[in-house]
């Protein structure tokens, strides 16, 4: 026999074996590994979306140069689609102008006007064109129809969305954890306790320059461990935060968020360019179509979900910002696990991540990914790996 014709039997015999496998597949059959489907009972092949708002607790005042708070709304949603179901979330800071009156409004516009077009959830790409199109902004609401629907995928595969993307999960960084600025020395060094599991600090600057310098001092008086600056766009003259970074470099700290105001890109660009350390756009960064002009002003950008309408897009400005060779930070708001869950399955690709939102809340309502010793672990459970915790909400 000659190798050809080996070569061809081998074939026809491998392509019988197919043809006998392809009588029984099914794709959640192909796709589900160790963790396995969640498939609840077959149901409707229409996409369903309900929703419930939550109020997140946090377990402290949380103070930026702006505001301070002590709750924060968020609404949950959940989409189902023939037995599977997948949550997402909506986490509105109120200076962000997204309201859970403005959600439910939102998402009546998706029940009516774009649900009813889709019968296949695995087109995300169009589902949230037609989603994005409803508004110009929207986006936390946007991306809890995202979330939910990357959860709802995810749990069809039975997979992660980090393993489907191909991200190594040994990658994931360690999450920064913030302390917020206090007036009290005393609130402040309980705060440092509170961040002592904690490999990174985060530290929310942009005050007076006594009461910045107070902070970095009070936590280097006690604490060794590398520290993250955001000043929130607190800082308003280019010479004066150029002083402060170099103050700061001498002090351990290891990167900069958005120094000086959003519209402040040519002086933030001359701080970039002088700037010991990186300097990373938060609030100039909103969605993908910022990042070209953002080149050159900033050494990279924060990807937040309840920014940039969530994890479709996330992963395009991934790409787009590692062609512009800039660098990868992702950030979250106050949230509960399941915005953090989801943000944490692009974190492999990040030099930095802030996902500790959920560790500020005192009542987070599911469990999802967890941090050992300060890290991201990334499971091996499909879609966004989440758990509802009992007797807190109800859809
Ligand atoms: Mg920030």
């Not at 140069?65 to 949603?77: A, E, K, L, Y």
Request: net charge neutral.
């Amino acid at each position: 026999m000659t190798k050809h014709m080996s070569d061809r039997r081998t074939f026809l015999k491998t392509a019988g074996l197919l043809t006998a496998g392809a009588a029984l597949w099914h794709p959640s059959q192909l796709f589900a590994g160790s963790a396995g489907a969640a498939k609840k009972k077959s149901g409707s092949k229409k996409l369903e979306l309900a929703w419930e708002d939550f109020q997140g607790i946090m377990k402290f005042t949380f103070t930026i140069s702006g505001s301070s708070r002590t709750t924060t709304p968020i609404v949950i949603t959940r989409l189902t689609w023939d037995g599977y179901e997948g949550y997402g979330e909506a986490a509105m800071p109120p200076y962000l102008g997204e309201t859970q009156a403005s959600c439910h409004e939102f998402y009546k516009k998706v029940v009516d006007n774009i649900l009813p077009k889709f019968d296949n959830p695995f087109q995300i790409e169009d589902i949230m064109a037609a989603v994005d199109k409803i508004t110009t902004n929207n986006t936390a609401a946007k991306a809890s129809i995202d979330i939910a629907l990357h959860d709802l995928v995810g749990n069809i595969f039975g997979q992660p969305w980090w393993k489907i993307w191909g991200f190594n999960p040994k990658d994931a960084p360690y999450t920064c954890y913030t302390i917020g600025y206090d007036a009290s020395d005393d609130m402040v060094n309980t705060k440092i306790e509170e961040a002592s599991w904690n490999k990174i600090i985060k530290v929310k600057l942009g005050m007076s320059e006594a009461e910045d310098k107070r902070m970095i001092n009070l936590i280097r008086a006690r604490d060794q461990r590398p520290i993250v600056i955001d000043a929130n766009q607190g800082w308003k003259d280019k010479y004066y935060a150029l002083d402060m970074i170099h103050w700061l470099a001498e002090r351990g700290v290891e990167m900069i968020e958005q120094p000086m105001s959003k519209l402040m890109l040519d002086e933030t660009a001359w701080i970039t360019e002088r700037s010991p350390l990186p300097v990373m756009a938060d609030e100039s960064c909103q969605r993908i179509y910022d990042i070209p002009r953002l080149k050159g002003a900033f050494h990279g950008i924060n990807i937040k979900l309840m920014k940039c309408t969530g994890l479709w897009e996330a992963r395009q400005m991934i790409t787009m910002a590692e062609q512009n060779h800039m660098k990868l930070m992702v950030g979250c708001m106050t949230e509960t696990s399941v915005a953090i869950s989801a943000a944490a399955q692009i974190s492999p690709k990040v030099i930095w991540a802030d996902l500790d939102g959920n560790y500020l809340l005192g009542n987070d309502c599911f469990d999802g990914m967890k941090l050992v010793d300060g890290r991201i672990t990334l499971e091996d459970k499909p879609g966004l790996g989440l758990t509802k915790k009992p007797g807190i909400i109800s859809i």
